[in-house]
């Protein structure tokens, strides 16, 4: 960041103006650098949002598919028991 300042003749800056000039900078430069993090923070939230539910979903289908193998476990079962 660059800063151009223009003092008046009558009255000149001082050390003070400087280091409260300082200070602005710092807190722009900080403000700016945490909107940048908040951005990427809310971008990795949607990516893990959206991973989050890929795994839930894949989750469901297993789910489904270990049920069904079941049943026909216990269909065989069944079966064989018969004979």
Do not use: G, H
């Amino acid at each position: 960041m660059c800063v151009s300042l223009i003092s008046a003749t009558e009255k000149p800056f001082d050390t003070r103006d400087i280091e409260v000039l300082n200070l602005l900078i710092d807190n722009f430069i900080t403000k700016y650098k945490q909107l940048t993090l908040k951005d990427r923070l809310n971008l990795q939230n949607e990516n893990f949002l959206t991973a989050f539910n890929v795994i839930n979903r894949q989750k469901e289908q297993i789910s489904n598919i270990v049920d069904q193998q079941k049943e026909v476990i216990e269909d065989r079962t069944k079966e064989l028991k018969q004979k």
